[in-house]
């Protein structure tokens, strides 16, 4: 929204990097006020300074904390076991790990194309650009509000399932429109990015939450590396709408509507504990593994047999 903002009083473009950059760094000291994360603190044996900030927390929301929040014997058993080091290859340890990864990535890169065409194509719609760029930044507002409301009451997997059916329905839809009703398509564009949007938002802490605390920080920035893959291609789904018009936006809407499927295949994570290791990440939704049934035998406990059960 300030981007079209100082460009329209602002046509020299080295005084426009200046004022677009004077924001960013007026940011940098917000460095010292963000708390560090007190499970990662926990596993790397930090332990005064995570029981700080879980007292900050407590002050803050008003909450009277306990006067003793880790008990001295469990710290001392944490103290004496052996850090477990972890790599990159560890997101594939298991096939149902590896499934996880490999269905993120594509999670994060498609939808990242999407936000990313939608964003760069706004200066070839009808209508004066400066106001089409505006609205593209203005959808965005509402569209991260809906996020954070759905994120708090509705299941992960279904909603951003949902937004991604929403964003990439209505940009199909755009091809049926007549080419005189500029202001439709434009309205449709708008409300594509805002399902777009949503669900991009929506993947840190969808993602943060499948992932255990010593591969967290990897995962996420495995699938956000896949995301800049994504705004590295979206400009030739711009270009194509050097051929026709509408092959962008058919493009984009039929992504947005696969991942928006793919999606569904994900282990919920809404109201579940965090996973503290690998062994205890869920299992895909479509397949369960597990032995064959017995009387008192749950079928998950072993991966050798492979069970349908969507």
Known sequence: MVLPLFAY???????????????GVLCVPLWWFIPESPRWLISQRRFEEAEQIIQKAAKMNNVVAPAVIFDPLELQELNSLKQQKVFILDLFKTRNIATITVMSVMLWMLTSVGYFALSLNVPNLHGDVYLNCFLSGLIEVPAYFTAWLLLRTLPRRYIIAG???????????????????????????????????SAFSMLYVFTAE????????????????????????????????????????????SLTVLIGIITLFFPESFGVALPENLD??????????GKKPAASVDREENPKVLITAF
Not at 171 to 197: C, H, N, R, W
Request: aromatic content about 14%; proline content about 5%.
């Open 163 to 197: 937004v991604l059916f929403w964003g990439g329905g209505v940009l199909l839809l755009i091809q049926v429109v007549p080419e005189d009703y500029s202001f439709l398509s434009i309205a449709l564009v708008m409300l594509g990015k805002f399902g777009v949007t």
């Open 210 to 253: 499948l992932y255990p605390t010593l591969v967290r920080n990897m995962a996420v920035g495995i699938t956000s590396m896949a995301s800049r893959v994504g705004s590295i291609i979206a400009p030739y789904f711009v270009y194509l709408g050097a051929y026709n018009r509408l092959l962008p936006y058919i493009l984009m809407g």
């Open 280 to 289: 205890q990440m869920q299992k895909v939704r479509g397949f369960r593994c």
């Open 9 to 23: 009083f602002i046509r020299d473009w080295r005084m426009l990097l200046l004022a677009l950059t004077l924001p």
